[in-house]
């Protein structure tokens, strides 16, 4: 049977178990330590199964014992931004829970693939692969599907085609300093900036950079949730189902574009065993130049957190 466990009942952590359940996952659990939380999301989404005729069980919980079998354990537990906080602000208070939630994870499901999507994204994974003592492949972030989403329907948005017509990648961080490789984004195959002129991309880009605060500016009092639930669902369904699929994804680079010990946005193939290939493409001097310095940002907050 596949099983997937979504830790953190927020609206993060509901959104991404109930698309897990649209996508006929047989058994879903949603956790979260707040007594009630979870369950009574869990209660909802199930009342809408006769309406949209998925074939999941979705249950909820707050004890970690329900984690057992999980073959993937996707965790967004954690703080959200509020206005005005940047990702590096998370790190302390997010790291006590990160901390906590994947040593549950390992006693209690520890043969699971983890999928980080708790802010900041890259830092948070290379902690959950420091605690659990889990294979690199096994411990992988979302980031990269979310960050190329957003920009891939920010540029078709802007030239009124379907996203599904527009080719992208994003690496890096999930943060400022991602890096957008313009010479990879197409538009029905067209270099993009041919369709869009140099000006337009960069504004795309400059939106996609700050998509999550201006979210977060909009909402006031949350983040986003919709698409980074979508897209944490999206990954652990490529694991489920062993797709093979190509996406970017925050991985651990071993010698990758010339980086060790570091978790970071690259192109990867996720399946069954989690990140069973990292794509080392070939980047332009100056794509290395943003790649390094978006890896240097990365490593000083490892820094700061004194792993």
Avoid: W
Avoid at 113 to 118: M, P, Q, R, S
Avoid at 162 to 176: C, F, K, R, T, Y
Avoid at 271 to 277: A, D, I, L, S, T
């Amino acid at each position: 049977m596949s099983k997937v466990s979504v830790i953190g009942a927020g609206n993060v952590g509901a959104t991404c178990a109930f698309v897990l359940a649209l996508k006929n996952i047989e058994e879903i659990i949603l956790l979260d330590v707040v007594k009630g939380l979870a369950e009574g999301k869990a209660i909802d989404m199930m009342q809408s199964k006769p309406i949209l005729g998925f074939a999941g069980q979705i249950t909820g919980t707050s004890d970690y014992s329900f984690l057992k079998n999980s073959k993937v354990v996707v965790i967004t537990a954690g703080l959200a931004r509020k206005p005005g906080m940047s990702r590096q602000d998370l790190l302390e208070k997010n790291a006590s829970i990160i901390n906590e939630v994947v040593m549950q994870t390992k006693n209690n499901a520890p043969d699971s693939k983890i999928i980080l999507v708790t802010n900041p994204l890259d830092i948070m994974t290379y902690l959950a692969y420091k605690v659990s003592g889990f294979e690199p492949n096994r411990v992988f972030g979302m980031a990269g599907v979310l960050d190329t989403a957003r920009y891939r329907y920010f540029v078709s948005d802007k030239v009124s085609v379907m996203p599904n017509q527009v080719e992208a990648l994003i690496i890096g961080s999930h943060a400022d300093d991602m890096v957008v490789l313009d010479r990879l984004t197409k538009i029905d195959g067209q270099n993009a900036i041919d369709k869009l002129g140099k000006s337009d991309l960069e504004t795309v880009k400059d939106r996609t950079k700050k998509a999550g605060a201006e979210i977060v500016g909009l909402l006031k009092t949350g983040s986003a949730y919709f698409a980074p639930g979508a897209a944490a669902a999206k990954m652990a369904e490529a694991v489920i189902k062993d797709t093979k699929e190509q996406m970017p994804a925050c991985a651990y680079l071993n010698g990758e574009f010339g980086f060790s010990d570091v978790y970071a946005g690259v192109p990867v193939v996720i399946g069954k065993n989690g990140v069973e290939r990292i794509i080392e493409i070939e980047l332009t001097d100056d794509e290395k130049a943003d790649f390094d310095n978006s890896i240097g940002s990365i490593k000083k907050a490892l820094g700061d957190l004194k792993l």
